[in-house]
């Protein structure tokens, strides 16, 4: 009997390859530039998209945070899935004096950074 694979087992290897290589050629792609919490702040009340931003951490790890910021309210979704909704000064009160690499992959930001 030959041996056979499910069309899921196939569709999701198929998936998670194709993931795989997005996720590496979008790193590749992206610019960033380094920002305090305080100037993150500044370029959330300006900007009307998500912003993705990673918390540079003590280890010298990242921890990306997709934020967008309307009507009074900062929308945070962490890089583990877990969204919040705070005030822009409860975030720089929470990440006070931490350093942010700030992706460029948009023509806003691009605008607003460089």
Not at 34 to 55: F, G, H, P, Q, R
Request: aromatic share 10%.
């Amino acid at each position: 009997m030959p041996f056979e694979i499910s069309s899921a087992a196939l569709t999701a290897a198929t998936d998670e390859a194709e993931n795989t290589a997005l996720r590496k050629e979008t790193q590749e792609a992206k610019a960033y530039v380094i920002k305090t919490t305080e100037e993150l702040v500044e370029i959330l009340k300006k900007s009307e998209i998500c912003v993705e931003a990673s918390l540079r951490l003590n280890y010298g790890g990242l921890s990306t945070h997709f934020l967008n910021y309307a009507d009074g309210i900062l929308y945070d979704e962490g890089c583990d899935g877990e969204e919040f909704e705070t005030t822009l000064e409860e975030f720089a009160t929470r990440y006070w004096n931490r350093q942010w690499k700030i992706w460029i992959n948009s023509d806003e930001i691009r605008t607003q950074l460089l």
